[in-house]
């Protein structure tokens, strides 16, 4: 690995970090298009890499400043972990089966929807 590769994985993980700390986001919205525009990965290699690289730190920090606050539903975290997993190996079984360029549309056209959706509803609340 030449150290552009590093620096922009460095950059790559530190924006995702803040991302998913501040908003609770990372993963799949900062992490998989850097991948794919930032280092010419695929979508799949994307997709992939980003998986494995949540594995093990999970926000574990951030979860703790969380939970210290309060702010954490431990039964739901609880739920949505084990659906997750099965979700998730799920997931990954049905995108290696489909062409790249389609999980990359399919994938794009989701961030549009949920930004369109976190969009209109700001905006409603400003101007009730």
């Not at 972990?81 to 990954?92: E, H, P, R, Y």
Request: overall charge positive.
């Amino acid at each position: 690995m030449d150290i552009q590769t590093l620096l922009l994985l460095l950059c790559i993980g530190l924006l995702a970090g803040i991302a998913s700390g501040f908003v609770g986001i990372g993963g799949g919205i900062i992490i998989v298009p850097a991948l794919v525009f930032g280092l010419g990965l695929n979508q799949h290699m994307a997709q992939g890499t980003s998986l494995a690289m949540m594995i093990p730190p999970i926000g574990i920090l951030s979860v703790m400043s969380y939970y210290k606050a309060g702010q954490i539903q431990l039964e739901y975290a609880g739920i949505l972990a084990l659906t997750f997993v099965l979700g998730a190996w799920m997931g990954s079984k049905w995108t290696l089966r489909i062409n790249p360029s389609v999980v990359r549309l399919i994938f794009g056209l989701f961030m549009l929807f949920a930004a369109g959706r976190l969009i209109l509803r700001s905006w409603n609340d400003l101007n009730p």
